[in-house]
């Protein structure tokens, strides 16, 4: 019998460089026999019958566990593997393996009972293999004698003196096979079949259980070496050589008389060959000339093949027959993607093909009778592999998915099961990986296996994800691999044997088994685990994937168990995490994050807190040359957004095509997605104050001002000056138009209703508008304006004094109740009335409108503390709240009617850029520190009390720009503005893109 397992540490005799007394080596060949444990058998009190045993009852395998160290000896009559004990009787190999490490032959030689004491004899040390050195003597055992007192034997127990142990004995088991160290339940890596292959060697590799449960691996190549087989005996691997050649991609199975047939595919001369295991050896055919897709047997064990045509653009299944190889096509002209296919066979006989036909998967049923059936997959990949066919008639298989970050395509994959049910197909999201497999063993429930690049804790090694499904969804544990990063050709894998253990053959032909885990990367987050009774309990607020709790909810797992949890912070980008470890589901809100934790016992004692980073989510606006963010508008659930660009550009993961000028039109999701985003094509510098808002179909409107006509999807084009348009839900521009028949004007302000009609402020010069001219009070007036949803004239108000005025500043609700104000010098004409005469510099207008644009009321002040008044908001009940432009910086609220309600001054020399309130009246202003813009000093975000004191000092962040634009989402901030530098928020940065970018942010408070 052949082990797999090094020798005791008491037994590596000489490593100090000292012969050691016999003794000693005596001693430490005891510890060595105590290498692995299974069975205990009872002695008696005196040790029982046979206190010593003949040289021939020692046969067999005696192991031992201490401090987690496997230790094995293999006793036997002789024993012609190695060439030191050829011819040689009575011989023994002690093997060692520690948790994690693979099992390493340590020592080798002859035994003898003599005077009832172990006598050993090495002839091999895995530490110091010599006989002798340059000065006559070895600093080793090997060639010496070494004595051990048997204190008591029986059939199933040995008992050896030792020094070394407390007790002053050690004792070994007799086993039927090197068992794993104790581990509680993690992986014990089993050793690599073939030692001293580099990776490049051992590519592609395939797993099975044969039909008694046996582990089977085989090597694909890489085209580099021979096709080997290995087996998993008693103690270690069995290797031989299964065909010579440069063979790549193999498939391998079991027949149900336990015969092990296979295809492979050999790179020299392009073709497929067909290898079955008759007698003890291999034998080998030519299947065509053509590549290898898919591998089945047919009940009565007849091979059948799927194959690519080298000759002729065809997919071909292959059968075995007594006169050779027949074939049939299944697919004419297959697409580029044709490797994606794979082939399965049911008890019946029928025979089912994958094929990928375009963006979806063809679905081909070759019955018993030799028909064929067509169907479409009903399920979408990008790639189907390890397909299955369940004892039920129905498949199963692993689903690939392809990631792309901003145009890069990762080598890594996201793979779902999915699994073909009488209700339908269900799909289960497993995890991110390089490889996966997928097997369902007689027990019926699938098994996974995922290789991931990089440990969990670092970057280099692998890290392996082996899962079995149970009535809560999917559940993987986790382990480390050693070595160099995984290659595009290294592959994973899984197999369970008869004992339910599950092995997998990974990268660098490293083998586990689910026994026991080489490592588990700690992660703690405030979601925790119910772990089993031995340890404490803990609350958890989120579940692996497939439960998904409403609310707070619990799931009992193992310790060292890696799992998905959901978490929903309001600030997930402030936790600390390895890169890859979280990331947001397709299609989810950002706050709502997935992750993968590994939990140990350790962990549940003290878990950190997450703090709320300082921003929800980010995104840029822009691309090489100089762009930019000029007005946002939001709603509570969406934001709209406008801007422009200097060339092609992007918004967020977005592409944006354009020229330099071309206006960006967007609508968002409140939870950062885009809903649609658009370029409008203008003349370069044509188009100035950009202003949007939301329609209430899921577009948005427009306001600019040109110097050129605009003209946008096919409609008719405009004249120059205060123009509007309008898009439909898809961001198609549905209606445009010119606010003034001649041309000239422009607009300052854009505000969407819910009826699906339009708020427009802005200043002209008299003109058309639509229903004749309109004439001014002198100079150039303010006007508000209603339009409907195909931008018709539903309402004009126009204000202004003899002099040149400026345009209204207005804010309204969702029905269109109107607050604004104006500057005013003079008399005050609105709608053709004198409102209010002899206003003084310093003067301004307050006015509210109904919905129907009449006049709801009006106040004239000549306060200081407004002079140019800049920002407007109105509060949920009618209130009108309103800030200067620059110096003073005073914000005041003016009750319903006008009258003045309170007055306060924000810092002095600082400069208000937005001014928003909330429905509990809390207003923020966003602005800069008194002493100028700059990285250092930043822009400052205010919060104030409906009674006008400001709640705390408001924050600083670390940007070059200040904001533009400041609103509240929620119980959020929404900011946005311009940066040649890209984003940072606290430890949270993005780079730019080139120049200057727009950028919008979502900040908690």
């Known amino acids: 019998m052949h082990c797999s397992i090094a020798p005791p540490r008491d037994l590596r005799v000489g490593r100090d460089g000292n012969v050691r007394s016999r003794r000693r080596l005596a001693l430490l060949a005891a510890l060595a026999l105590v290498g692995l444990v299974t069975a205990c058998a009872d002695e008696g009190a005196d040790g029982g019958a046979g206190v010593v045993p003949t040289s021939g009852e020692l046969h067999g395998i005696w192991a031992n566990i201490e401090d987690d160290e496997v230790r094995a000896w293999v006793f036997s009559a002789s024993n012609d593997e190695y060439d030191d004990l050829a011819g040689k009787s009575g011989v023994y190999v002690v093997w060692k393996y520690t948790l994690g490490q693979p099992q390493t032959l340590e020592q080798r030689g002859t035994y003898a009972i003599v005077d009832g004491a172990l006598r050993t004899k090495p ?70 079949p073939w030692p001293g292959d580099t990776y490049a060697a051992n590519g592609y590799p395939t797993a099975l259980s044969d039909a008694a449960g046996a582990i089977h691996l085989f090597t694909g190549t890489a085209a580099t070496w021979t096709l080997r087989h290995a087996t ?79 000759t002729a653009p065809r997919l071909q299944l292959g059968r075995r027959t007594e006169a050779g190889w027949s074939f049939e096509t299944v697919v004419e002209a297959p697409s580029p993607a044709v490797a994606a296919s794979a082939l399965v066979v049911h008890k019946d006989g029928a025979i089912e093909v994958l094929v990928p036909d375009g963006t979806a998967f063809s679905r081909l049923r070759r019955q018993p009778d030799g028909s064929w059936q067509g169907e479409t997959l009903g399920v979408g990949c990008d790639d189907v592999s390890h397909l299955h066919a369940r004892s039920d008639g129905k498949i199963a298989l692993l689903c690939a998915h392809t990631i792309a970050t901003n145009g890069i395509v990762s080598k890594s994959r996201r793979f779902t099961y999915v699994e073909e049910q009488a209700q339908g197909w269900v799909v289960q999201d497993l995890d991110e990986a390089l490889r996966a497999s997928l097997t369902i063993p007689p027990s019926g429930e699938p098994t996974i296996a995922l290789l991931r690049n990089g440990s969990l804790g670092g970057t280099n090694g692998f890290n392996i994800l082996v899962g079995t499904r149970g009535a809560d969804g999917w559940l993987l544990r986790h382990g480390e691999g050693d070595g160099g990063l995984v290659r595009e050709w290294s592959d994973i894998a899984v197999a369970v044997d008869a004992d339910g253990h599950r092995w997998v053959h990974a990268h660098e032909s490293s083998v586990v088994t689910a026994d026991a885990i080489t490592s588990a990367g700690p992660r703690s987050f405030t979601l925790h685990l119910t772990l089993p009774s031995d340890t404490p309990s803990v609350t958890v607020s989120s579940v692996p994937a497939g439960l998904q709790c409403p609310g707070a909810c619990s799931v009992e797992v193992p310790p060292d168990t890696l799992v998905r949890l959901r978490f929903a912070f309001d600030a997930p980008a402030s936790m600390q995490i390895a890169p890859g470890d979280c990331f947001i589901p397709a299609g989810e809100d950002p706050r709502v994050w997935e992750c993968r934790v590994s939990v140990q016992r350790a962990d549940v004692e003290a878990v950190a807190t997450p703090t709320p980073a300082p921003v929800i989510w980010s995104t840029l606006l822009g691309g090489t040359a100089d762009d930019g963010l000029d007005d946002v508008a939001n709603n509570g659930t969406d934001i709209a ?40 094509a203008v003349a370069q510098q044509a188009a100035t104050n950009l202003h949007v808002g939301l329609a209430a179909d899921g577009g948005a409107f427009l306001g600019l001002t040109t110097t050129t006509a605009l003209q946008a999807d096919g409609l008719a084009a405009t004249q120059a000056g205060a123009t509007l348009l309008r898009t439909d839900g898809d961001g198609k521009v549905v209606a445009v138009r010119a606010l003034l028949a001649a041309g000239g004007g422009s607009i300052s302000e854009v505000i969407g209703l819910g009826d699906g009609s339009v708020l427009v402020a802005g200043t002209f010069s008299g003109g058309d508008f639509g229903d004749g001219d309109v004439q001014t009070a002198g100079g150039a007036d303010g006007f508000v304006a209603r339009l409907d949803a195909k931008l018709a004239l539903v309402w004009l108000r126009v204000v202004g004094t003899p002099s040149e005025d400026g345009a209204p500043r ?73 800030t200067t432009s620059n110096g003073l910086n005073f914000i005041r609220k003016h009750a319903v009617g006008g009258a003045l309600v309170w007055s306060t001054q924000a810092q002095t020399g600082s400069k208000i850029v937005d001014l928003d309130v909330a429905a509990d009246g809390k207003l923020l202003t966003v602005g800069t520190f008194a002493g100028g813009i700059s990285k250092q000093i930043g822009p ?14 408001g924050f600083a962040m670390q940007l070059e720009q200040i904001p533009s634009f400041g609103r ?33 942010a979502r900040l908690p408070l």
Not at 168 to 192: D, I, K, L, M, T
Not at 644 to 659: C, R, W
Not at 979 to 999: E, H, I, K, M
């Open 940 to 953: 400052q975000a205010t919060i104030w009390s409906a009674a006008g004191e400001a709640e705390g000092g």
């Open 968 to 1000: 509240w989402l929620g119980a959020d901030l929404l900011l946005g503005g311009q940066t040649s530098s890209g984003l940072r928020f606290g430890p949270v940065q993005t780079a730019g893109l080139g120049g200057s970018d727009g950028w919008l």
């Open 232 to 310: 998993h005996a008693a103690c270690g691997w069995k290797v031989e050589d299964v065909a010579d050649g440069r063979p790549t991609v193999s498939r391998f199975l079991s027949a149900a008389d336990g015969t092990l047939h296979g295809v492979y595919y050999a790179l020299e001369d392009n073709s497929t060959h067909y290898v079955v295991q008759q007698d003890g050896a291999w034998k080998s055919e030519l299947v065509a000339g053509a590549w290898m897709h898919g591998f089945g047997l047919l009940p009565d064990a007849t091979p059948v093949v799927l194959l690519a045509s080298s």
């Open 810 to 882: 207005i804010a309204a609700d969702d029905a269109g109740n109107v607050v604004g104000v104006v500057l005013a010098i003079g008399d005050v004409h609105f709608d053709g009335e004198t409102k209010a005469t002899g206003l003084s510099g310093s003067g301004s207008w307050l006015f509210a409108l109904k919905p129907d644009g009449t006049l709801a009321w009006s106040n004239a002040e000549s306060a200081t503390d407004l002079m140019a008044p800049n920002l407007v908001a109105r509060g949920a009940d009618g209130s009108l709240y309103i």
């Open 641 to 680: 957004l406008a801007g422009h660009l200097g060339g092609a550009g992007s918004l967020g993961t977005t592409t944006l095509p354009g020229a330099a000028g071309d206006l960006v039109l967007a609508r968002m999701k409140t939870s950062g997605t885009v809903a649609w985003a658009r370029t409008i």
């Open 123 to 192: 002839v091999w040390d895995l530490w110091y293999p010599c006989d002798v050195n340059w000065i006559g003597a070895c600093p080793s055992g090997v060639g010496k004698e070494f004595s051990n007192e048997i204190r008591a034997f029986t059939k199933e127990k040995l008992r050896l003196q030792s020094s070394t142990a407390t007790s002053g004995e050690r004792v070994y088991n007799r086993v039927q096979a090197c068992p794993a160290p104790v581990s509680a339940g993690a992986f014990a890596n089993r050793g690599a």
